[in-house]
């Protein structure tokens, strides 16, 4: 038989400070480990399970590889008043985009609109946590990333693009802001792993083996073979948007071009991001929340149910009333790897 595994319930102040301490004691500045904690706790607070703790061994094995800096400090540029460049020294991504503030700030007020252009940075999470701050105060937000080469163009054979993801977020007048958050490619990479961890299926039509065959095997997709992009050969154009706007306009690596090399166990993509933040009150719109409003209002008079986001926040909600899920033996072993032994809520 096997052992029961029994869920409890942590507090969101909690886990990110046990998170903030595992990075910090696997080699992460406080800085940084306060931002890392607290997007991870966020991602599994909301339900993004394949980017919260699930994460954190492939974290810990780039630091003790080398293969990221978890004390690096971003070069932040404003090369114009409006583009901003950051080099993240090969560090992660988003504390590379909080060393940014102020500039994007201040190009937003000074021009209506931000271009940041992020650089050999690492981002390893999902991307809504990026942009939703800007929506909240009235912005229009998109982003890019680029990655590890582990999907095929379509057609191809051997992969060439990252999962790419894209998302964006947008005020809603009297709502939470619209957040959108995918990949190119038809499925997440951590989803895919979840299904190889619980030896699970793929739908037909989410990647190939090696060969280039088609498979549903999750272990075969990731041992040597790869993903497709969603939508054919569309998605596979999108795919390519991505590739430019993330690795070629940013000066970053292209996602083919990672290579661990002798960090053998690494996780993380070396790779590029771009941000884009706007100002939709600078464009005369001074009604383009509500106007977001009337089309959401459309889409469910139309027949759908659910808009982009709505079950992040139901999750959000109910981890602030009942505390976070989680598996009792995910907690204990978090909390060795802290060496901290006192966080249930």
Known sequence: MTAERTEIHIAFEALELLLKEI???????????????????????????????FRIPGYLASLKTGWVDGHAVAEVSSVSP???????????????????????????????????????????????????PFARRGL??????????????????TPVYGTNPVAFATPIA??????????????????????ALANRPLPPGTGVDR????????????????LNTFGGYKGSSIALMVELMAGA??????????????????????AGQLLIVIDPDRGGNFGFS??????????????????????????????????????????RYLETLADHNAFVS
Not at 43 to 51: L, M, Q, T, V, Y
Not at 174 to 192: C, I, K, W
Not at 214 to 220: A, N, R
Request: charged share 20%.
């Open 23 to 53: 990075f910090i004691h696997n080699g992460v500045s406080c800085s940084t480990a306060d931002i890392l904690a607290a997007n991870c706790a966020g991602c599994e607070r909301d339900g993004a399970i394949s980017h919260g703790i």
């Open 82 to 132: 409006s583009f901003i460049r950051i080099d993240a020294r090969n560090g992660f991504a988003q504390a590379a985009l909080a060393a940014a503030a102020k500039d994007i700030d201040t190009a937003v007020a000074r021009t209506g609109i931000a271009v940041v252009a992020t650089r050999n940075s690492h981002h390893f999470s999902a991307l809504w946590p990026d942009v939703e």
């Open 140 to 157: 229009l937000a998109i982003t890019f990333v680029n990655g590890l080469a582990n999907v095929v163009p379509h057609g191809g054979h």
């Open 174 to 195: 009297g709502a939470d802001p619209l957040v959108v958050d995918q990949a190119t490619s038809v499925m997440a990479n951590g989803e895919v792993r979840l299904h």
């Open 211 to 226: 060969a280039g065959n088609p498979s549903t095997d999750p272990h075969q997709v990731l041992e040597g073979g790869a």
């Open 249 to 270: 306009l940013t000066g970053g690596q292209l996602s083919f071009e990672n290579d661990f090399g002798d960090c053998i166990g690494a996780q993380t993509p070396k």
């Open 290 to 331: 509500r106007r977001v409003a009337l089309l959401c209002d459309r889409l469910r008079e139309a027949g759908q149910e659910r808009l982009p986001g709505k079950r992040r926040y139901e999750s959000r909600l109910n981890a602030s009333q009942l505390g976070i899920p989680i598996l009792e033996e995910d907690l």
